[in-house]
């Protein structure tokens, strides 16, 4: 079965920092691209970032600078590291398999960040 | 990148169809066939509907539909049952190398 586990979510201090981690059964991380994609409390969906089965990473502009993606091929499994956290970048984050430039299929079941202090 | 813009709700009675507007740009809807859609059942993971404008993933009712044309793409749903009152987002794949989000549609089954 094909399945993602999202973990590391939690409370932090704005300007904090803090790691999520997104485990995945039945495929090859590294084989896919892979998307990171957060919701507000009862806002919309946002697109965070993207790692490309090459390697290539791309980030939503309101990231970008203090996000970084990355993959553990070993663990098959994919990180946001999340630095500088600003008090609107809480939400529930998603990971999300990429099978093709926006077709998110399937999606981890969330995990929430909170910036607060 | 801004938002793609849908409606905030629609509504119909079982039974009914009814359609979900997604409006972007030449940069995003219009130039590419990469539109999806996801249901978000309250609490829960967005669930793929509809990819690459109009295929249906395994395992989705053929009351599920989607089309495009310009800059508008449309979620048609058929025979309305009372499971598929849900919140619905389509995205798109943009020029920048990014993916964007409609503001999302709740759909409210009478």
């Known amino acids: 079965e094909v399945q993602l586990v999202e973990s590391g979510g939690g409370l932090i201090q704005p300007g904090g920092s803090l790691r999520l981690s997104c485990a995945a059964s039945?495929?090859?991380?590294?084989?896919?691209?892979m998307s990171w994609v957060r919701q507000a409390p009862g806002k919309g969906l946002e697109w965070v970032s993207v790692?490309?089965?090459?390697?290539?990473?791309y980030y939503a502009d309101s990231v970008k600078g203090r996000f970084t993606i990355s993959r553990d091929n070993s663990k098959n499994t994919l990180y946001l590291q999340m630095n500088s956290l600003r008090a609107e970048d809480t939400a529930v984050y998603y990971c999300?398999?990429?099978?093709?430039?926006?077709?998110?299929?399937?999606w981890g079941q969330g995990t929430l960040v909170t910036v607060s202090s | 990148q801004s938002a793609l813009t849908q409606p905030a709700s629609v509504s119909g009675s079982p039974g009914q169809s009814i359609t979900i507007s997604c409006t972007g740009t030449?940069?995003?809807?219009?130039?590419?066939?990469?539109v999806s859609w996801y249901q978000q059942h309250p609490g829960k993971a967005p669930k793929l509907m509809i990819y690459?404008?109009?295929n249906r993933p395994s395992g989705v009712s053929n009351r599920f539909s989607g089309s495009k044309s310009g800059n508008t793409a449309s979620l048609t749903i058929s025979g309305l049952q009372a499971e598929d009152e849900a919140d619905y987002y389509c995205?798109?794949?943009?020029?920048?190398?990014?993916?964007?989000f409609g503001g999302g549609t709740k759909l409210t089954v009478l």
């Open positions: 690459e404008v109009s």
């Open positions: 999300a398999r990429d099978l093709l430039l926006g077709w998110f299929d399937p």
């Open positions: 790692i490309y089965s090459g390697g290539s990473t």
């Open positions: 995205s798109s794949y943009t020029s920048s190398s990014s993916v964007v």
């Open positions: 030449s940069s995003d809807v219009g130039g590419y066939n990469y």
């Open positions: 039945g495929f090859t991380v590294s084989s896919n691209y």
